[in-house]
């Protein structure tokens, strides 16, 4: 049985940098494309970065240069470094594999 398991969300004044980290189980993780993604109230839920099993990464052009997306297989686990976070950031963020979802964080950017 896959299991995502987000953390590291929270509350984060504008420019501020956030790490989320979600941790995987019950897939060949090395094997695994991973993706963030982020819905807003209102809004439809998008992709924010993914990370293929080789290591290629895609961004939303909203972030990129300001999110970084990485994999640490030894750990199961994929991480988004935000830095210089905005208030159109505010959303709850999801960890993505195939057809499996985690069960989202919130991450507020306001001061």
């Known amino acids: 049985q896959v299991q995502l398991a987000e953390s590291g969300g929270g509350l984060v004044q504008p420019g501020g940098s956030l790490r989320l980290s979600c941790a995987a189980s019950g897939i060949i993780f090395r094997f695994a494309s991973m993706g963030w993604y982020r819905q807003a109230p209102g809004k439809q839920r998008e992709l924010v970065a993914s990370?293929?099993?080789?290591?290629?990464?895609n961004y939303a052009d909203s972030v990129k240069g300001r999110f970084t997306i990485s994999r640490d297989n030894a750990k199961s686990t994929v991480y988004l470094q935000m830095n210089s976070l905005k208030p159109e950031d505010t959303a709850v963020y999801y960890c993505r594999t195939g057809e499996q979802w985690g069960q989202g964080t919130q991450v507020t950017v306001s001061s």
């Open positions: 990370v293929t099993g080789s290591g290629f990464t």
